[in-house]
DNA sequence: CGGATTTTGTGCACGCATTCACAAGCGGCT
DNA sequence: AGCCGCTTGTGAATGCGTGCACAAAATCCG
């Protein structure tokens, strides 16, 4: 019951996995090694470690802006600094989808991307709906289908009677109650809550009512949901807090460097 | 030069280090055994895993609701299962900061409030500019002082001429050419980037020139800084992309073991 | 006063993630 | 064809983070 929901700002997070697919058939007839290109044995699939996924999405933005300018291929360094990590390790999280590289001379960059939104899914659209119709909600629903194609937003909810039924960005504002009925109905995926704090847990639980499986969560609090349900935090105060404690170690740090040298100096010792 | 990014979302990052303090004075006498209440040998403050850290602002929020509702200790058990993480963690998470429990009764809802505070440097507001006054910023610049004191907003830049001088919750905007200038005067210590993608590299170099050290980057692109600006990301794009695996993983995994059990029960065999 | 009970603080072991370093593989050049 | 240089893919090592399990401390109670 109620389990532990994962950081949107920290995932130091368990690898990705699947519980007890012990039976995996027989032996695995394609159990041999990988050609060009082969899209890992499938009970592999499970192996990708959490950390992975979520730089093989910054890889798929990479590689997009990179196709705009016309490159066909690209090599695991440039691609590397790029996306701001070091090449072994996105070697290392590309070899988790499969091989697709061709040594000494890298990747085509079509057949990345492709490959890279096959794992992430993004090959079917996932239907969002929006809840809570505030200043960030707005924000939310304006955002223009999401950023590249594949998350439609096609629900916004608010409890604010003044609200139900003006259309923003184009879609209409239903009331939380018909939350359940309308995701149902819609086949809505993904739920976006941006409610105040207070009624999160509520929106949240019909959501979940609703068959909604995934949830990104923006108000402080933490959501308690059932095992199958999967929640992602994005949280502005503790992103902030975050930066002030670096602020704060900084300063301190300048400060005990300071008293060294002044001791050092005043001992006459070399610094 | 131009470190690497450490993403908002996804934090297995390293520990949060100083950069070789090695000469630390001398063979600290105040190296007892810590009493009740000892804030830590101060050389050891480095020593905080940055995944604490986060936490540690998840107990913060939890630890003032459970002040407004009149608590004065709390378990770490209680603790623990309000901010969503194991007990075991969380002591040790506190074990960071200082020893402020009591055995056998918990600890003092007020004291442990105000020790975090100390460790995340809250205890000296922070303030933050907000660049990009679009949906989002116009939600960033309302969001009223940011959740609980601390992170004044203070000033507010756009490119687009028809929105300088506006006051937007109670601020004017400011043209972005005037960052480092208002920066450096106001002494900013927080930039939050919510511009384009396009503009956002440019802008985040102005701030590191007004003298911003920590960045919030709410632009979906990879910033290039120097040493020692700290940047955090919050790409929703990204989060989205995390949960659209999830919902593929889980959609394989209910085929794979539909699959299974049909080939199963084929065979006579008990699943 | 001593033992039972509760809860903290932490040593230890395990597992995941990152990084290094190198063999294997591919294309191009002579 | 054969060699050379480049780049991938990955085994192995290291380091960090998590969770267990227990000793140490503090309170309560008889």
Redesign the pocket.
């Known amino acids: 019951m109620a389990r532990v929901q994962r950081d949107g700002g920290d995932d ?4 990705t996995e699947l519980p007890a697919v012990r039976d995996q058939g027989p032996p695995a007839v394609n159990g041999r090694a ?1 050609g ?1 290109g082969a899209p890992m044995p499938a009970d592999k699939v499970r192996a990708i ?4 996924v979520a730089r093989l999405a910054v890889y798929l933005r990479v590689l997009s802006g990179m196709a705009e300018q016309g490159a066909v291929t ?4 440039e691609l590397a600094t790029a996306a701001g ?5 996105l ?2 999280d ?2 988790y989808i499969g ?9 085509e960059v079509d057949v990345l991307t492709s490959e890279i939104e096959r794992v992430l899914g993004l090959t079917r659209q996932q239907k969002v709906a929006v809840v809570g119709i505030g200043n960030l909600g707005h924000a939310l629903a304006n955002y223009g289908g999401f950023p590249g194609r594949g998350f439609p937003v096609e629900a916004l909810f608010d409890v604010d009677p003044d609200l139900i039924g003006i259309p923003v960005g184009g879609l209409p504002v239903n009331h939380i109650d018909d939350i359940p009925d309308i995701c149902a109905k819609r086949k809505i995926a993904i739920g976006v809550i941006a409610t105040p704090p207070t009624a999160a847990q509520a929106v949240c639980d019909r959501l979940v009512e609703g068959g909604v499986h995934c949830v990104l969560n923006f108000a402080p609090v933490v959501l308690q949901v059932p095992e199958h349900v999967e929640v992602r935090k994005v949280d502005l105060a503790i992103e902030l807090q975050i930066l002030s404690f670096h602020v704060a170690r900084n300063a301190e740090q300048r400060v005990s460097r300071r008293t060294a040298a002044a001791r050092a100096s005043s001992n006459g010792e070399v610094v």
């Open positions: 130091s997070a368990p690898t990988n060009r470690p959490e950390a992975a690209v090599s695991s360094e990590v070091n090449s072994a390790k070697r290392k590309l070899s091989t697709y590289g061709t040594r000494g001379v890298g990747y």
